[in-house]
């Protein structure tokens, strides 16, 4: 037994420690079909593993049988003596232990080459395909408690496959409610831990009866909320659950975890804060608005076939969201065929985990921002098109563009209320700030995955082929702090986007200044 457990997590560790290199999984689904083929190969290689082991088992349980056989009626015999005196006898038993047990029996299970093969098959799948490691679960769980908290999704709709009010045939087991209670205490998340420790201690006891070593599960489950109690400041109800556990089972772990919460202090139940933005980002994320007055006319959509000369016969199909700053969603622009090729073009790139810019442009990955990108030039036929329709559209001079940046979100997906421009240590190679976004949805979003502004009382559903346009500076050339935005978490789906942004180098006569600044909109607005 020691030695087949030795053997799973040999071949397992070898994968994990291959894997490790092999970049991030749950911040992108693109990425994640990857570890779908993975688990495909596995299956395909454990299956004929097995087949392999099974057939030379078969062989030794014949050949052990047959020798069995053979040994038992020599030593039913009354003189063995006179039995091993007989020279085909002695031959045989000789034959056996020399030549036989060796060739058939123990160099096979030395060798077992069928293990071998297995173990380099499994090295490289895991050096081309790369293999999830431990932060990768952590991540997808945190991803989920990021889903939870923004949406307000209830801990047992989860693990009853209820998500957001729509049931999915995808409900959780209680191992896989512990796991994340485990993972989430590890994250120091205690409050979320202690909700999928409640909910897998509801599900096994009433699969108890059909759960072996179900009293063990039980008193494990407990032992950690006993711990989530302690560390949110609850030392009375923490010792309740240890208690429970040793009255049935004096001798289990629970006394050491005692000894070790006795021996510190207990922690502080201290009422989460958030940033200021959070609570209108949870309401836009959920499609909910605050009531404000209108002024004027209600915005409408409507086609604009004037701006340019490409538009004449296909007008654009303009639908304003926001009136000063101007926030515009033009939808049509893209069809599924330009975006497949939009999407081709991204597969010829390395998709890498996104980050956030700092000083000078220095990157930091953060979980703020959980997405995968890459960036497109405009030099394929497709990408010559996208770089015609943003300079139709906006105006600007594509001189300016940077490369268009393709991102997929992944696991609860996201990224946090933050403006584009960057005011203040712009990189070097920035000829002024990025005066404008042009973003297109290049998938639709079962649930979720909403852009929204947080200062501006606006929510736009991701929808396929649209472009949203709006302007990050003034006319003055100072920032707009208005346009402060986010990218709601992903609930269901795949969200697929494509960002174009423009400097303001290149611009000067194509969104000329007024003749006064007109900076003071948005000084109200800064934090």
Known sequence: MLERHSL?????????????????????????????????????????????????????????????REHEWATSQLKLDEYLGH???ALR?????????????????????????????????SRDLGYPDQSELQ???????????????????????????????SDLQWRECYEIG?????????????????????LLQSSSRTEKDADHYVADIREYASMANYELGNPKKAGRLLNQILDKQPTHSAQQTRKYLESREPGKNVRETNPSWFANYTRLCQGRRLPEERSGNPLKCYLDGKRHAYFTLAP??????????????????????????????????????????????????????????????????????VGRIIEFVSGFDMAGAEFMQVANYGVGGQYEPHPDYFEVNLPEEFIGDRISTS?????????????????????????????????NLHRSLDVDARTLHAGCPVIVGSKRIGNIWMHSGYQEFRRPCGLTSDSYKSVGYRD
């Open 316 to 385: 654009l199909q303009v639908e304003p969201v926001h009136l000063d700053p101007d926030i515009n969603v033009y939808h049509g622009m893209l069809s599924s065929k330009h975006i497949q090729s939009i999407f081709e073009e991204a597969d010829k790139e390395e998709m890498v985990r996104s980050a956030v810019a700092g000083d000078g442009g220095a990157r930091t990955v953060k979980d703020l921002r959980v997405s995968q990108q890459t960036w497109l030039d405009y030099k394929s036929p497709v990408m010559k098109s």
């Open 439 to 471: 973003m297109f949805y290049l998938s639709d979003v079962e649930q979720g995955g909403y852009t929204v502004f947080t200062k501006l009382n606006v929510f736009l559903p991701p929808v396929k082929g649209a472009l949203v346009m709006w302007h």
């Open 139 to 169: 991540g997808a769980i945190k991803g989920l408690a990021r889903q939870q908290k923004v949406y307000n999704l209830p801990t047992s709709d989860l693990a009853d496959g209820i998500i957001n009010g729509f049931p999915y045939e």
């Open 8 to 68: 799973y997590f040999g071949i397992f560790q070898l994968i994990i420690w291959v894997g490790v290199a092999n970049g991030e999984f749950y911040s992108s689904v693109d990425s994640m079909q990857d570890l779908a083929q993975v688990e495909e190969e596995l299956l395909n290689a454990t299956r004929s593993y097995l087949e392999s082991q099974q057939k030379q088992l078969d062989f030794y349980r014949r050949y052990v049988e047959q020798i069995k």
């Open 87 to 89: 020279p085909l006898h």
């Open 182 to 202: 485990v993972q989430l205490f590890d994250l120091k998340e205690y409050k979320k831990s202690l909700e999928w420790l409640q909910v897998a201690l509801i």
């Open 93 to 125: 038993l000789l034959k056996r232990l020399v030549r036989d047990w060796d060739a058939l029996i123990f160099e096979p299970i030395v060798a077992n080459d069928a293990r071998e093969k297995f173990r380099a098959f499994v090295e490289v799948l």
